[in-house]
């Protein structure tokens, strides 16, 4: 998938984990794993952006004699997983169409990439 495609993915998958309940990192790579693999490096830039952005905000709470940071949705957070629902209707129309033009011409080779090129 294309890395900034899949950016934004992750941004919205972060604000749907916490849609269901604040939460806190580790567990959130826990709850993401059942939609995509992302790594605790990963994970920590995109909640840093969802705060500043004002998608999330964060507070402390004691747990097993720690602070432990927890990361809650905002209401700009949760306008933008909407954002996102009504996003898909126009990506999903996109995906239809290019569909559509591949199955028209299913005997067309797809095009070479750098990757299939060889340098002598």
Same mark, same amino acid.
């Given at each position: 998938?294309? $890395? ?6 992750l ?6 984990v916490?849609?269901r309940?604040p939460?806190?990192g ?8 059942a939609?995509m693999? $992302?790594?605790?490096?990963?994970l920590y ?6 705060? @500043?952005s =004002?998608?999330?905000t ?5 747990h097993? =004699? ?11 957070g949760?306008q933008?997983?909407?954002a ?7 990506v999903?129309r996109?995906?239809?169409?290019v ?6 011409? %299913?005997?067309?080779?797809? %095009?070479a @990439?750098?990757a299939?090129e @060889?340098?002598?």
């Amino acid at each position: 998938m294309d $890395v900034q495609r899949k950016k934004g993915m992750l941004d919205v998958c972060v604000l749907a984990v916490l849609q269901r309940q604040p939460s806190y990192g580790y567990q959130i790579v826990r709850d993401l794993s059942a939609c995509m693999p $992302v790594s605790e490096s990963t994970l920590y830039p995109i909640l840093r952006r969802l705060e @500043t952005s =004002g998608s999330l905000t964060t507070y402390t709470q004691a747990h097993n =004699g720690r602070q432990r940071r927890y990361y809650q949705i905002t209401e700009a957070g949760r306008q933008r997983l909407y954002a996102f629902l009504d996003e898909w209707e126009e990506v999903r129309r996109i995906y239809a169409f290019v569909q559509l033009a591949v199955q028209a011409q %299913p005997d067309t080779p797809p %095009p070479a @990439t750098a990757a299939d090129e @060889t340098d002598f």
